[in-house]
């Protein structure tokens, strides 16, 4: 049996097949999910994925997308999907997502909402902050037996954190996946171009409103309390005046006795500074 390779781009996606003798593999890549932050480039083996100019796709000075796969380099091994923690790549073997199959690692994020503390409110207003701090719309307040929900869409959630401080205490806990350091250097910025404030997820970075023109605040201002410390913000920042490291990374079903197992340690060392 021949491989057949195909790739199939389309307005919100990058679709990625290859059929062999053994096993199909697809690689699928949602463009309205992805926020260019790299990390996917960073882990590639083989160089395959390239990050495009973040500043100027955001602000629509031209008309590219924030990612390329190069699809003669890509061997569909699927470690781009495993550390994607906006879940804008998903990876599939025979029709199988990898999470759902043993020995694949992936993000251990979590989120958890206290079913029962929930029931103690009546009054569904006492969840506004928190649904509405989410990124993503991710939250809704419900009514069953008329007691209050509070549900989450967990597919699309990055565990950035903001629900979690907006929400009454102890409702909601959050652990994020990636650990790290968020710094500016207000030398460097201009104060003007605002591409950090505009391919932030989190919504962390904003120009500090200034009362008279000698005002000496700082030019930028950022809340650390929701960073998921993707790099976004940096990769867009062309006077190189953000700087974001990754100190660690949360991951879940890590087996190296597999023949891909070492390989994927190594490459998660790419994304530690």
């Excluded at 990058?14 to 992805?34: D, M, P």
């Excluded at 970075?205 to 913000?233: H, I, M, N």
Aim: charged share 25%.
């Amino acid at each position: 049996m021949s491989i057949e390779f195909s790739t199939n781009v389309t307005e919100d996606r990058i679709l990625l097949n290859n059929k062999g003798a053994k096993q199909a593999r697809a690689l699928a890549i949602n463009t309205e999910l992805c926020v260019g932050c790299g990390q996917c480039a960073k882990i590639c083996p083989m160089n395959s994925i390239t990050v495009g100019p973040l500043g100027s796709v955001e602000h629509k000075a031209i008309n590219a997308p924030k990612i390329e796969v190069d699809v003669q380099t890509c061997v569909l091994c699927g470690m781009c999907a495993s550390v994607c923690q906006f879940h804008a790549i998903d990876f599939s073997l025979d029709g199988t997502n990898i999470f759902d199959l043993p020995g694949y690692p992936s993000l251990d994020g979590r989120i958890e909402i206290d079913a029962e503390k929930v029931t103690e409110y009546s009054d569904p207003t006492a969840f506004t902050s928190c649904v509405e701090a989410c990124p993503r719309d991710l939250l809704k307040v419900s009514t069953k037996d008329s007691k209050l929900q509070l549900l989450v869409d967990e597919s699309k959630c990055f565990w950035c954190t903001k629900c979690s401080v907006s929400s009454p205490e102890g409702i909601i806990s959050v652990e994020k996946a990636f650990m790290g350091e968020l710094s500016v250097n207000q030398e460097r910025c201009d104060g003007k171009c605002g591409v950090c404030i505009d391919v932030c997820p989190v919504d962390a970075f904003r120009f500090p409103d200034k009362q008279q023109p000698w005002d000496t605040r700082e030019k930028l201002s950022y809340d650390e309390t929701g960073c998921v410390y993707c790099g976004a913000c940096s990769r867009g920042c062309a006077a190189g005046a953000i700087t974001v490291k990754v100190k660690e990374i949360r991951m879940k079903n890590q087996d190296e006795t597999v023949s891909w197992g070492k390989a994927w340690k190594m490459g998660l060392t790419k994304l530690i500074d």
